[in-house]
């Protein structure tokens, strides 16, 4: 029998935190064959362009995504040079390789459990190889999912802040990132202290709530990690409802933030979507 990726222990911490908590979890896929450095190459080389992404990675904490600057190397090359080169990559949508999605859908099926009785079906199953040169720095930004990232080669610092921080993330922040904009987010070096630290090596992983703040420091020898991801209703509804204020934002109106887990967030998330629908309706 396969020993499964996350074991009782982990599980258990996770239900505790989950969703609106970080927690540090160990985890059983270090030296999983699919996710070297000549299988993710490999990987790469298949991949969409767009879903390819790579840069220079000596930045600060906080930067203007236009400010970043490509690292002037191929894909193969920048794989294979990365313990030198100062390169930041990302392979997106891994799933949409037959066999790694097989190993995303195995991976969270095993966290499935602990997950759907608080927010319901695990939605949009997307997974993330991220791999950095030493000292690489991920710059203070928020993602829209439900995330875990497995810690596979190397070690890194993830600065996790609250979700719940308007001052960290402002509700025009939310708006601009649900209508396009940049994850980034603008940092100030006394939000410093309000984040908490987890340090990742081979086995240990971090789940990050639905759009918490963080950035990410890498440690002094090249990083691959594995992030996996899903959507909720719950999440959904946080959206749509940031996209009803969006709206009303327009109209010279000052909406208040919608309200984390475990509030639903049903009015302004239905109000949008009843919008939205009409939109689409009279485009056609």
């Known amino acids: 029998m396969t020993e499964p990726v996350f074991a009782a222990p982990a599980l258990a911490a996770l239900r505790r935190a989950y969703p609106e908590a970080p927690a540090l979890l160990d985890h059983g896929m270090r030296d999983h064959p699919m996710l070297g450095f000549d299988a993710l190459a490999e990987l790469a080389l298949s991949m969409r362009e767009v879903d390819v992404e790579y840069n220079r990675a000596d930045l600060p904490v906080g930067i203007d995504p236009d400010a970043v600057e490509a690292n002037g190397l ?16 990302v392979l997106k949508f891994i799933e949409q390789n037959a066999a790694y999605k097989a190993l995303l859908h195995e991976t969270l099926a095993e966290i ?22 030493p000292g690489a720095m991920t710059p203070f930004h928020m993602d829209p999912e439900h995330n875990i990232l497995l ?41 410093a202290s309000r984040g908490s630290a987890f340090e990742l090596t081979p086995g240990k992983a971090v789940y990050v709530p639905v759009k918490a703040p963080h950035f990410v420091r890498n440690g002094p020898e090249a990083s691959v990690s594995l992030s996996i991801t899903w959507q909720s209703e719950w999440a959904y509804r946080e959206m749509y409802a940031r996209q009803w204020n ?29 919008i939205d629908k009409a939109r689409r309706v009279v485009g056609k």
């Open 74 to 89: 191929g894909i193969v090359e920048t794989l294979k040079t990365i313990e030198t080169n100062g390169s930041w990559m």
């Open 112 to 133: 499935e459990p602990a997950v759907r009785d608080v927010t319901g079906e695990m939605l949009k199953l997307e997974g993330f190889v991220f791999v950095s040169s």
């Open 151 to 191: 810690q596979l080669k190397g070690s890194k610092t993830m600065t996790v802040f609250p979700a719940d921080d308007d001052e960290l993330a402002p509700g025009a922040a939310h708006e601009a990132f649900h209508n396009g904009g940049h994850r980034n987010l603008a940092w100030r070096d006394d939000f």
């Open 246 to 274: 969006e709206l009303v934002r327009r109209m010279g109106i000052e909406p208040k933030s919608p309200k984390r887990f475990p509030h639903q967030n049903h009015a302004k998330s239905l109000a949008w979507r009843t």
